[in-house]
């Protein structure tokens, strides 16, 4: 089941904020220590970006490793800048927490932006970051996980730790496939192309999202990013869990790239407006969409339900989505959803699902969001639609 997630031009630019200094453990606005760390992570952020690895040891203590600058040899970077919010100073050590954003050069328009703990150390009159970690409670970078391994695409990037070319390939095709269909329904105002992370394992990819890996069993893959907010979001990146996605046949695995392509082609008309019902179920039916496969095919958890007699008297709710619920709500949750979208496509034709869709996100919040939408878009009501799709569900299934 498929699921949903600033540097300066040159990439250099390091602001250090006064008022973040003020204050602060040992450290004060005035103390040169923090113009030194700020003129140590500047040169930090160089020699990434120049692939400079002396540059970059000499901004390290002494005798550490340079392990993270090697797994990102092969990661195409346009950007990569750190700024300081907090700086704490005891004597010859310090804590910088930073903000640290960088861009995929070709595929992020906007930076990935990650929060950043810095430990550094003074010796011989000169500072060195001795440590550089996430921040308590944010998620890992995959170059962490090991060495990162890029395959290119015509519409697509995938970046992997622990994965052979080949595999790495196969996604790429895959994904180059997703990306004009995507396109074909929605249209061409996105991208048009991917960044996809493979990750080692279930319990790595938890680590890119910075959550507990027992919300994610089950789930093949997610979209981060910030919905609605534009051209200037944060970029996208589809994020996969190698454990079940490997157990996909060749359809499900191109369903799920599908279905994911989606989330990032609409991520900028999916608002807090837009209930799950229709953003999960507008990408399974872009997803599924000229398979060739039916209702009681794509939806047989909903099936079982309306031969028994139990068609739902609503919409699947937004709680219903959510991964650590029962994988038979779950289920019928996704099905209802892409239900409701395929019979829009139906009844109303497919330029009024996404005219829909659209509307939905332009709205000021949820309330009233799908209500006039359903009026202005497909002049019927939330009652009278509702009857309709639990007629269609009858219909389909039954």
């Not at 622990?162 to 996105?190: F, I, K, N």
Request: hydrophobic share 40%.
């Amino acid at each position: 089941m498929a699921g949903r997630r600033r540097a300066s031009g040159a990439g250099l630019c390091l602001v250090l904020l006064l008022a973040a200094l003020v204050g602060c453990g040992g450290g004060t606005a005035t103390d040169p220590a923090a113009a030194e760390v700020r003129r140590v992570l500047d040169l930090r952020a160089a020699a990434v970006l120049d692939r400079d690895e002396p540059a970059y040891r000499a901004t390290g203590r002494p005798g550490t490793s340079v392990t993270g600058f090697e797994n990102l040899r092969d990661v195409p970077l346009a950007a990569w800048s750190y700024r300081v919010t907090g700086f704490h100073r005891s004597g010859d050590r310090a804590t910088a927490d930073a903000e640290l954003s960088y861009r995929v050069e070709g595929y992020d328009t906007a930076p990935v932006t990650t929060a950043r703990t810095l430990d550094l150390t003074r010796a011989d009159g000169r500072w060195y970051v001795a440590s550089d970690r996430p921040a308590e409670g944010a998620s890992r970078q995959l170059w962490e996980q090991g060495a990162v391994t890029v395959v290119r695409g015509a519409h697509s990037l995938v970046m992997g730790v622990g994965q052979s070319d080949e595999g790495l390939r196969a996604y790429a095709a895959l994904a180059d496939r997703a990306a004009p269909a995507v396109s074909r329904a929605w249209g061409a105002d996105w991208a048009g192309h991917v960044v996809v992370l493979v990750p080692r394992s279930l319990e790595a990819m938890a680590g890119l999202l910075g959550a507990p890996a027992s919300g994610y069993q089950g789930i093949a893959a997610v979209t981060t990013g910030e919905a609605g907010a534009g051209a200037k979001a944060p970029a996208d990146r589809i994020i996969v869990n190698p454990d079940a996605y490997g157990v996909l046949g060749d359809f499900g695995k191109q369903v799920v790239l599908t279905h994911e392509t989606t989330h990032v082609a609409t991520r900028a008309h999916t608002t807090a407006a837009t209930p799950l019902w229709l953003s999960e179920g507008y990408a399974d039916w872009v997803g599924y969409l000229d398979s060739g496969r039916g209702p009681a095919q794509i939806a047989p958890e909903l099936e079982r339900a309306v031969v028994d007699g139990d068609v739902p008297a609503a919409l699947p709710d937004d709680a219903d989505f959510g991964f650590a619920e029962d994988a038979t709500r779950l289920a019928r949750a996704y099905e209802g959803g892409w239900l409701a979208c395929r019979m829009i496509a139906d009844r109303w034709g497919e330029a009024r699902l996404d005219a829909f869709y659209r509307a939905v996100g332009a709205h000021d919040g949820r309330t009233g969001a799908v209500e006039g939408a359903l009026r202005d878009v497909l002049g019927t009501t939330p009652e009278k639609f509702t009857g309709q799709w639990r007629e269609y569900l009858r219909a389909q299934l039954g």
